[in-house]
């Protein structure tokens, strides 16, 4: 069993920066695909950024370098740094874990989720 607890979202104007975290337990962390999500009010969850347990990482087009996912293995953490924020990328926001050896970018290929953490982009 992996427990996931998020933190770091926060109110922020366009152009800011936040830095979301989010600390694991319970099994060996560096096995995992740890991923980011993100849930708009009416909106379907949506893929955000993923790093395998090697280093390996993915984007959705319109976080592209803006956006940088790392981790930690030595403290169970993943991290996703986000700047030049837009009214756009306002979500909840997910992380997510999964014994793969590949990303998904579906929710339903991933079996460990956070509680969430609430982001929002003023303009």
């Known amino acids: 069993q992996v427990q996931l607890v998020e933190s770091g979202g926060g109110l922020v104007q366009a152009g800011g920066s936040l830095r979301l975290s989010c600390a694991a337990s319970?099994?060996?962390?560096?096995?995992?695909?740890m991923a980011w999500f993100r849930q708009a009010p009416g909106k379907e969850r949506e893929f955000v950024a993923a790093?395998?347990?090697?280093?390996?990482?993915y984007y959705r087009d319109s976080v592209k370098g803006r956006f940088t996912i790392s981790r930690d293995n030595a403290k169970n953490t993943v991290y996703l740094q986000m700047n030049s924020l837009k009214p756009e990328d306002t979500a909840v926001y997910y992380c997510?874990?999964?014994?793969?050896?590949?990303?998904?970018?579906?929710?339903?290929?991933?079996?460990?989720w956070g509680q969430g953490t609430q982001v929002t982009v003023s303009s």
């Open positions: 997510a874990a999964d014994f793969r050896a590949v990303p998904g970018r579906r929710p339903n290929e991933y079996r460990y």
């Open positions: 319970g099994r060996i962390f560096s096995n995992y695909v």
């Open positions: 790093i395998t347990g090697s280093g390996i990482t």
